[in-house]
């Protein structure tokens, strides 16, 4: 006789079920921050972003150097855009909050270490590392790296694998703090590149400048030729980094 019974599934087709279910779920949570960064980002431009170590302490010269960096930044008209968080970001976001330039915090949900500091005119928390990348990149005009670890490491090298691929626009990525960046430069130029792993084009591709006003002065002009403003083809290469 017919039954209008469901078949019973095993435990493991449960499991598997709500698996599926939760990875689609995710994907449309990853899609809905996007859009609601977008939305929020979407007029800072032009816009700089600045790097750094999160253990930095407020009495430590490398932050008050970025905060006069990013308050002379906020007062020629951009925005500054870090990670959110204490240490260098912090000094990034309190320069700018302190000046003409709006102040933007991307930060990152995180089991120790990082928590929002006060000074941000706009603030973002994200889940994942990939998407605040995306947003670190795409309204950026500039990248100031200041001393930092792996997180800073790695906003570097993906700014430079960008750029070298031609997956998003050249910009200047700026290393603050000669000494602190002499070492790794050393090991590019004469390991990396002396090994063919990479080209003098490459390492090209970034400048070190310590002094605050050569920054600003600099980042002026790469764009007294070009403009801020990105072109179509631009725009579009962004949609797929």
Do not use: C
Not at 201 to 230: C, H, R, T
Request: glycine residues 10%; aromatic residues 10%.
């Amino acid at each position: 006789m017919a039954t209008n019974k469901l078949p019973l599934m095993t435990t493991a087709e449960i499991l598997h079920s709500d698996e599926e279910m939760n990875e689609s779920w995710h994907a449309f949570e990853i899609m809905a921050e996007y859009v609601g960064a977008t939305e929020k980002l979407k007029k800072v431009t032009p816009a700089i972003s600045i790097f750094g170590s999160a253990r930095t302490k407020p009495d430590h010269p490398y932050y008050q150097l970025t905060e006069k960096i990013a308050r002379l930044l906020s007062d020629s008209g951009f925005t500054v855009i870090s990670g959110g968080g204490p240490g260098i970001m912090e000094a990034a976001n309190k320069g700018a909050f302190s000046g003409v330039g709006p102040s933007v915090g991307l930060n990152i949900e995180l089991p120790f270490e990082q928590a929002g500091n006060g000074y941000q005119d706009i603030g973002l928390t994200f889940k994942t590392f990939f998407l605040r990348k995306v947003m670190f990149v795409k309204y950026a005009s500039a990248y100031i790296v200041m001393p930092g670890g792996f997180g800073t490491m790695d906003e570097l090298m993906e700014a430079i694998t960008l750029v070298q691929t031609g997956k998003t626009r050249k910009i200047p990525i700026i290393l603050v703090g000669s000494q602190f960046w002499g070492g790794l430069l050393d090991w590019l130029q004469n390991t990396l590149i002396a090994e063919g792993m990479a080209t003098t084009d490459d390492l090209d591709l970034m400048q070190v400048i310590d002094e605050p006003e050569a920054i600003v002065a600099a980042i002026f002009k790469y764009y007294e030729s070009k403009g801020f403003e990105l072109t179509l083809e631009e725009k579009i290469n962004q949609l797929y980094f």
